[in-house]
């Protein structure tokens, strides 16, 4: 769990202590291919290409790293931001592998005919294999939902074939030969990709084995409105999971650890209690849609907390939440915990959705305003008749005669759907919010 | 920290490693780290100020321009051939043109997945010597016959100027 007392200092020396290490893991083997016995050099194009491909395959290693949900690494950014950073990041070393054999054939375009895998040697051929795996991989990534790939079978593809492109690299990298003239020198890269390779088998096995030692039960599967279900479950002779007001968890409801299929949900129940918590789901997609017809005692295993937005994070004197439909799960928590604290601080909460009936968790809100400095403001699409307050979408004007005198100090939190929280960053930056004091939370994580 | 990882993190990234790439580059190009003494001096010893001696020069420039691949007694590794096979190309019919294009032009066969890259850069004198050098080095004496067999710069002059490509010369290769 998070240290209350951890500062937003102490955060930012982590992250930039995380971000060196990257760095100097990115850059060591180059610096390994300078301790002698080092071949004589060649000319510089072919060095500069040697070297990209060499941050190529380090950064696919950290790749791995990334997705392992280390919270030690994940603690000073937050885990959406760093999933985020694993796609980029994947951008940049598919540009640095690309370059590599580029720039080589350029330099001397008789190098070509290695392209033919009939003409090339092994280490050529393990190049290509590398490559079109890698593009594959890169491919499936970027356009799962276009070719309607499901998540389980795109989530093991994605781990086999990240796999096999370690592994595939590896011997290029071994049979090349130039920089792994020595034993010490092969052994080093040979560990490092068994090690990547372990990292894999660890999260995939040990971690999921040790997950049945944290079983949970579903004790409730309740209808709230707008299609949305809370889903509560229970400690089976564990301690629970501490989570800040807002974060996250990834669940997997099945009898096995070991299975696939995982998705990642907000706590919409208060962090006091740690063993009976709540998630707030909307029926959404394949996974969402099963949630109804989930047993109680149904088993359960959750990896988590994770999650940057929390109201604990952030210091402040009161708060805004801003929540488009089903985005009202984590806000949920951050109003349950902050009665359950009797936290004195105000709210404001701006609450967006199609129609009146369709509003979830409508009455729970209206009860915790007895408890709370809580102020709500409704924005209905589709209002019903007599409707007296908000219609239509949140803008400036809308935000401007709801918002607080002093909202400019207060930390304001989003979560809806992408397009929403995009057009309100905008007009609150426009209205003179600091970007720092803006946090949103985007579902579309995996 | 979240919005340096998530904006700006990444552009710095990207820079860091270009300049990374480029200085290792240079390091490596211009020979900052070297093990190999012999080759150093071969880089930065001009050679100059010493009576002209064409095995001294042959040497100085095998180790300059064809040890890193070859080996430094010729012995070859990995994708790259030893050169005990050199003089009996050199002595077949159509040998010794074909020795001296490949030197010239380069060459790329399905024998070797790592072309010989051209070296046409090299004055004649030096490539006569850097051949003959090979020709009588690493055990190949054996098989060549000094007196009148090596080559001499205009064997060098005479072979430039055709337009070759690293594949042509491979295709008059004597078998």
């Not at chain 1, 040790?210 to 089976?236: F, H, K, M, Y």
């Not at chain 2, 098989?143 to 490509?165: H, K, V, W, Y």
């Amino acid at each position: 769990m998070m240290d209350k007392k951890e500062t937003s200092l102490r955060r930012d020396i982590t992250g930039f202590f995380w971000i060196t290490i990257f760095l100097a893991i990115v850059v060591s083997p180059v610096c390994i291919m300078l301790v002698m016995p080092t071949p004589s050099g060649r000319e510089f194009w072919l060095e500069f290409s040697v070297a990209l491909g060499f941050f190529g395959l380090m950064q696919l290693v950290v790749q791995f790293i990334l997705i392992a949900r280390f919270k030690s690494v994940t603690r000073p950014y937050g885990i959406d931001v760093i999933l985020q950073f694993h796609r980029r990041l994947a951008l940049v070393a598919m540009s640095v592998i690309l370059l590599h054999p580029i720039i080589i054939m350029i330099n001397n375009p008789s190098r070509l005919k290695m392209l033919n895998p009939l003409e090339g040697n092994w280490a050529s051929r393990f190049a290509i294999i590398t490559v079109v795996l890698f593009l594959v991989l890169a491919a499936t990534s970027r356009f799962r939902e276009k070719i309607k790939l499901k998540y389980e079978y795109w989530r093991m593809s994605h781990l086999v074939l990240s796999v096999l492109v370690i592994v595939f690299s590896q011997l290029h990298v071994s049979l090349a030969g130039l920089y792994t003239n020595t034993f010490w020198k092969q052994s080093i890269f040979v560990t490092m990709a068994t090690a990547t390779v372990g990292l894999v088998l660890y999260l995939r096995f040990i971690k999921s084995a040790w997950q049945r030692s944290n079983q949970w039960r579903v004790t409730e599967v309740r209808q709230e409105r707008g299609d949305s279900w809370t889903l509560a479950l229970e400690a089976e002779n564990h301690s629970g999971i501490s989570f800040l007001p807002g974060q996250f968890a990834w669940l997997k409801l099945a009898s096995s650890p070991f299975t696939l299929e995982e998705h990642p949900f907000s706590f919409s129940s208060g962090s006091m209690s740690t063993a009976c918590i709540e998630f707030g789901i909307k029926e959404l997609g394949d996974f969402t849609g099963e949630i109804k017809n989930i047993q109680p005692g149904t088993r359960a295993y959750l990896d988590g907390p994770h999650g940057a937005f929390n109201i604990d994070r952030y210091p402040a004197v009161g708060f805004v939440f801003i929540a488009g439909g089903i985005g009202i799960a984590p806000i949920m928590s951050f109003l349950r915990s902050m009665s359950e604290r009797k936290d004195p601080r105000p709210v404001v909460l701006f609450y967006a959705d199609r129609t009146w009936d369709g509003l979830a968790f409508r009455e729970d809100i209206e009860e915790l305003k007895e408890n709370l400095d809580l102020k709500v403001v409704y924005v209905l699409q589709e209002p019903p008749e007599n409707w007296q307050g908000e219609r239509g979408m949140i803008d400036k004007e809308l935000l401007e005669n709801h918002l607080p005198e002093e909202f400019i100090h207060r930390n304001i939190f989003i979560c809806g759907p992408d397009p929403m929280m995009n057009v309100i960053q905008e007009l609150l930056l426009e209205l003179g919010v600091e970007k720092v004091s803006i946090h949103l939370e985007r579902f579309s994580l995996a | 920290m979240r919005h340096f990882l998530g904006n700006i993190a990444i552009y710095l990234i990207i820079v860091f490693l270009v300049g990374a790439a480029t200085f290792f580059a240079w390091m490596r190009s211009s020979q900052i780290v070297i093990s190999n003494e012999e080759t150093v001096i071969a880089r930065f010893d001009t050679s100059s100020g010493r009576q002209f001696n064409w095995s001294q020069l042959g040497e100085h420039s095998y180790l300059r321009n064809c040890a890193n691949c070859h080996g430094s007694d010729g012995q070859g590794w990995g994708q790259y051939p030893a050169l005990n096979h050199t003089p009996l190309l050199f002595i077949s019919p159509q040998g010794r043109s074909y020795i001296i294009d490949l030197h010239i032009y380069g060459l790329t066969s399905s024998r070797w997945a790592v072309p010989m890259p051209p070296m046409g850069h090299i004055q004649d004198i030096e490539m006569a010597s850097v051949i003959n050098y090979v020709l009588t080095q690493f055990g190949n004496e054996e098989t060549i016959n000094e007196d009148g067999e090596l080559l001499r710069p205009p064997d060098i002059a005479e072979r430039r100027g055709q337009n070759l490509s690293p594949k042509d010369v491979n295709g008059r290769r004597p078998n």
